[in-house]
C-alpha cells in the first residue's frame, strides 16, 4: 500500500540512531580527507587544532540540531523547523544545500567504494552504479534493515581503524614516509625526499590555511545530520536524538584526533600530502596484507556511510515535497515498510547518473560548503526557540552560527564558487517554479 503523506513509523532506539550516525561519520572522509587538509598547509601541530575547530563547530550545530528535532520530530532535519521558525525561503536554503550536497557526497561515496574495489579501469563506474543500487535495495527494505547494515559495517571499520593508530605510533617518527627524517638547525624535524626539502615543513601557516583545514575536516563529522533527518523514525525523539548525536561525535572526534595525532608520525606532513591512501600507506611496513586490510576497512566504510547518507537525503526530500518546494510526488511512501520509497528511488537515480557521467574530485569542498550552510540556517533557527523547548545555551547556537559561517567563507575558493552556483541554480528554479503555478491559476 502506498500513500502520498503517511507518517513515518518509530523503530530506531538509541543504539540504532549511534550506528546509523557512526555509519555517516565514519565513512569515506577518515580515509580520504587527509591529503586535501594537508595541501593547504596546516602542519602536523595545527592539524589537530583545526580538526578540534571542526569537531567544535560540529557539536555545537550537532546540539542545535537536536534541539530542533526533539520540538519537531519529522523527517527533514532543520527544514521543517527552519520553515515554522524562519520562513520558507531560509527552509528552502537549507533544504536545498542538504539535498544537493549529499547528493553529490553519495556519488563520491560510491565512486570512492568502487576505487578501493576494482584497479582503475572501464569498469570502475559501473561498478559505483550498482552499489548504489544495490544500497537503494536495502534503504528500500525499511530503516531498521538500513540501521541493521550500519552496524555490521561500521563495527570492522572501527577496529582496523585503531589497528591503524596503533601501528602509527608503535613504529615511530617517518617509518611509512619513504622519506629521510632528519633535523634542521633548530631541531625542527624536517624530511628529504630525494634530496629535496619538504616544502610541506618549511615555514608557519597563518590563519587562513588553519580554517581551510577545519572546514575541509569538517566534512567528516557531518553524518550526525543523518540521526537528526531521521527524527520522524525514532522511539522518544526529544531524549533519543541528543543523546544519540552527542555519543557519536564524540567517538568520531576522539577517533579523528587519534589518527591526526599517528598519520604525521607515521608518514609526515609530505607523505600525507601525496598519497591518495594515507592509512593505508602508515602500515605498509607491516607486509603487502596490511595495507589490503585497510582498504578493504575503507570499502566497508564507504557502504556504511552510503547507506545513511542516501537514507538522509530521502526523508529531507521527502519533507520539501510534502510542502511544495519539491515535486509532490516525491512525498510518496510506502504504508506497509514505512519507507519514502518515491525520494529514495529519485535520488538514488540521480547518484547513479552523476557517478557514470561527472568527475566528483572537487566534491568534498562544495559539499563542506553546501553542508556548511545547512548548519548555518539550522543554529539561526534554534536561536528562536523559547526557554522551554531549549536543550542547551543560545549562545551553544549562536557559536554554531559563527562558526559555519566562517568556516564555509574560508573553504578552498572553487568549494565557494560551486557552492554558490548550486545555490543560485536552486533559488532560480524555485523562483521559476513559483511564476508557473502564479501563471496557471485560473483569475477571478
Same mark, same amino acid.
Given at each position: ?24 561519520? !565514519? ?8 591529503? +586535501? ?17 571542526? #569537531? ?15 520540538? =519537531? ?7 521543517? +523547523?527552519?520553515?515554522? /521558525?524562519? %520562513? ?6 537549507? %533544504?536545498?544545500?542538504? $539535498? ?25 563506474? &559501473? ?10 535495495? $536495502? ?15 561500521? $563495527? ?21 614516509? #619513504? ?12 624530511? =628529504? ?21 577545519? #572546514? ?6 557531518? %553524518?550526525?545530520? /543523518? ?9 522518544? &525523539?526529544?531524549?533519543? !536524538? ?28 609530505? @607523505? ?5 591512501? &594515507? ?17 578493504? *576497512? ?5 557502504? %556504511? ?23 509532490? &510526488? ?33 566534491? !568534498? @569542498? ?8 545547512? =548548519?548555518?540556517?539550522?543554529?539561526? *533557527? ?10 542547551? +545555551? ?27 552556483? $548550486? ?5 532560480? #528554479?524555485?523562483?521559476?517554479? @513559483? ?8 483569475? *477571478?
Amino acid at each position: 500500500m502506498t500513500t502520498a503523506s503517511a507518517p513515518l513509523a518509530r523503530r530506531l532506539r538509541l543504539g540504532d540512531a549511534v550506528l546509523v550516525g557512526l555509519g555517516s561519520m !565514519i565513512g569515506a572522509g577518515i580515509f580520504g580527507v587527509w591529503s +586535501p587538509v594537508a595541501r593547504t598547509g596546516v602542519d602536523a601541530p595545527l592539524l589537530l587544532v583545526a580538526l578540534m575547530l571542526a #569537531g567544535a563547530v560540529a557539536l555545537a550545530n550537532g546540539l542545535s540540531s537536536a534541539q530542533l528535532a526533539a520540538q =519537531y520530530p519529522t523527517s527533514g532535519g532543520a527544514y521543517v +523547523p527552519a520553515r515554522e /521558525r524562519l %520562513g520558507a525561503w531560509p527552509a528552502f536554503l537549507a %533544504g536545498w544545500s542538504f $539535498v544537493v550536497g549529499k547528493t553529490a557526497s553519495c556519488a563520491a561515496m560510491a565512486g570512492i567504494a568502487a576505487a578501493y574495489a576494482v584497479p582503475e579501469g572501464p569498469w570502475r563506474r &559501473p561498478l559505483a552504479a550498482l552499489i548504489v543500487i544495490a544500497v537503494v535495495a $536495502v534503504n528500500l527494505g525499511g530503516v531498521t534493515r538500513t540501521a541493521l547494515a550500519a552496524r555490521i559495517l561500521v $563495527v570492522p571499520v572501527l577496529l582496523v581503524l585503531v589497528a591503524v593508530v596503533v601501528v602509527a605510533v608503535a613504529n615511530g617518527p617517518g617509518a611509512a614516509s #619513504g622519506g629521510l627524517v632528519t633535523t634542521d638547525g633548530a631541531g625542527q624535524a624536517v624530511v =628529504y625526499v630525494g634530496g629535496i626539502l619538504d616544502p610541506a615543513t618549511a615555514g608557519e601557516p597563518g590563519p587562513f590555511p588553519l580554517l581551510s583545514a577545519a #572546514g575541509l575536516l569538517f566534512f567528516a563529522f557531518a %553524518g550526525y545530520a /543523518r540521526i537528526t533527518t531521521l527524527g520522524e523514525e525514532v522511539v522518544d &525523539p526529544r531524549r533519543t !536524538i541528543p543523546r544519540a548525536v552527542v555519543i557519536a561525535l564524540a567517538v568520531v572526534i576522539a577517533l579523528y584526533a587519534a589518527v591526526a595525532v599517528a598519520l604525521p608520525l607515521a608518514l609526515t606532513p609530505f @607523505g600525507m600530502l601525496t598519497r591518495d591512501q &594515507p592509512l593505508a600507506a602508515a602500515v605498509a611496513p607491516l607486509g603487502a596484507a596490511a595495507p589490503v586490510v585497510v582498504s578493504i *576497512a575503507a570499502l566497508l566504510a564507504c557502504l %556504511g556511510a552510503l547507506l545513511s547518507l542516501l537514507a538522509g537525503v530521502s526523508r529531507t526530500a521527502l519533507a520539501m515535497a510534502r510542502t511544495g518546494d519539491l515535486p509532490h &510526488p516525491l512525498a510518496r511512501v510506502d504504508a506497509r515498510r514505512s519507507v519514502p520509497w518515491a525520494s529514495e528511488l529519485a535520488v538514488g537515480a540521480v547518484v547513479v547518473v552523476l557517478v557514470l557521467t561527472v568527475d566528483l574530485g572537487a566534491v !568534498i @569542498g562544495v559539499s563542506s560548503f553546501a553542508v556548511l550552510l545547512y =548548519y548555518l540556517v539550522a543554529n539561526l *533557527a534554534a536561536l528562536t526557540q523559547s526557554a522551554g523547548d531549549r536543550l542547551v +545555551p543560545r549562545a551553544v547556537s549562536a557559536l554554531g552560527a559563527i562558526g559555519c559561517l566562517m568556516l564555509a567563507l574560508t573553504l578552498p575558493s572553487v568549494s565557494v564558487i560551486g557552492g554558490l552556483v $548550486v545555490l543560485a541554480v536552486g533559488a532560480g #528554479g524555485r523562483l521559476l517554479a @513559483g511564476a508557473v503555478a502564479r501563471a496557471r491559476r485560473p483569475r *477571478a
